[in-house]
């Protein structure tokens, strides 16, 4: 799997150098900070499309050639980036990084749920924990880049790094699952119908898309946000450093956390516990503050995020694995979309307090609803019994 970790890691840092800079692409060309909602809900939209059609091919054996060509339209979606000047030109750019990862994620994961034995929450983690990795290292690598010459430059060094990276593919070995009935194409065509209309699965997807909302709102208002407060763009990379450094360091230990207790209650409360700090970022006018509170926030989100890849993963049939990996992006980046789209308005006419507090709203009825169609339950071999006679 270290050839899929590399890969993580590298296309990671190319998308979060776009999350930490899209302040300073908003100085340098005159974009209005509802159009950062555009170029990063572009991205979202175009995962959605690439995940909802090609997931499943993964499946069927194609997953080799999704990882190259999603590693590929990554490389060629930064490089672009790098080169754009006008809106229109950043949006595609986006978009083609999005669709490239769309197709990197089902693929990755299903080779490592398939290939797990008792550990895929930690495996999980470990491959979260290279993703969050290129998160860390990205923004700080892309602000030096751009104190060093402009901000273009870090999108073109890291669009290479992202094609010399296909090179990790040679030793990654995509295993086949064993499909049950005909194998007909009417019946792959039914994947997703069989999926959406499982409880179980919309349950556990309902998680992914609350976490991935928020993921949507953060794009376009933390870097604005930030550079309203009077944070340098130095300082705005090393906010998103704080955010997910915590992550990485405890990814591993994390995912053991849904392999003990389960991964709907360690995603679920996890969930949970990040609504009220995505509330307060509004309201609060400390830079050093803000950065101070997302620090807890990234911990309870590296709980969450292996917690909710291997919730789909058990509600889902085996033989749909990468599908259902699939099924649930999609919907997280149609949420995320969503985000993206309607939190920059927001934040231009409301002010940043309603926009944050709007977004904490709209994750919480997301996960109350999650909770009631399938009610979180620690797993048998989690819960201690009295001894018998007590």
């Known amino acids: 799997m270290r050839g899929l970790y590399i890969i993580a890691a590298v296309t990671m840092a190319g998308v979060s150098s776009v999350f930490a800079l899209l302040a300073a692409l908003e100085e340098r060309y005159g974009l209005s900070t509802a159009s950062l909602g555009w170029i990063a809900g572009s991205a979202f939209a175009a995962a959605l499309i690439t995940q909802l059609s090609l997931a499943r091919y993964a499946d069927r054996g194609h997953g080799a050639l999704l990882l190259r060509v999603g590693v590929l339209a990554a490389a060629l979606g930064l490089i672009w980036f790098g080169l754009a000047t006008e809106l229109w030109q950043f949006v595609l750019a986006r978009a083609l990084l999005g669709a490239g990862v769309g197709m990197i994620i089902p693929a990755a994961r299903r080779a490592i749920v398939l290939t797990s034995t008792g550990n895929q929450g930690e495996r999980l983690g470990v491959f979260y924990a290279a993703y ?46 064993v499909r049950p009935g005909d194998g007909s194409p009417l019946a792959d065509k039914r994947v997703l119908r069989r999926l959406v209309v499982d409880r179980r699965v919309v349950a556990a997807v309902l998680v992914v898309v609350s976490f991935r909302y928020s993921i949507g709102v953060f794009e376009p208002l933390w870097a604005t946000h930030l550079d309203d407060l009077g944070a340098s763009t130095l300082v705005i990379t090393l906010s998103l450093t704080c955010f997910a450094l915590p992550m990485l360091i405890v990814a591993k230990p994390a995912g053991r956390l849904s392999d003990r207790f389960g991964p709907r209650v360690a995603s679920v409360l996890s969930a949970a516990a990040t609504v009220p700090l995505m509330a307060s ?35 889902a049939p085996v033989e749909d694995t990468a599908a259902a990996q699939g099924l649930s992006e999609a919907a997280g980046s149609a949420a995320a979309a969503i985000g993206a789209f309607t939190a920059a308005p927001l934040f231009a006419w409301l002010g940043p307090g309603p926009a944050w507090s709007i977004a904490a709203v709209v994750m919480a009825l997301l996960l109350a609803t999650s909770a009631l169609m399938d009610k979180p339950r620690l797993p048998i071999h989690a819960v201690r019994r009295q001894p018998s006679g007590v």
């Open 281 to 315: 970022y509004g309201y609060v006018g400390s830079v050093p503050l803000i950065i101070g509170m997302v620090v807890p926030h990234g911990l309870l989100e590296a709980i969450q995020s292996p917690g909710t890849q291997a919730a789909v993963a058990d509600a």
């Open 132 to 177: 969050l990795a290129g998160f860390v290292f990205g923004p700080p690598f892309a602000g030096l880049l751009t104190m060093l010459a402009d901000v273009r430059l870090p999108f073109l060094v890291l669009g290479g790094l992202v094609a010399v990276s296909s090179i990790s593919l040679r030793s990654v070995e995509i295993p086949e699952a």
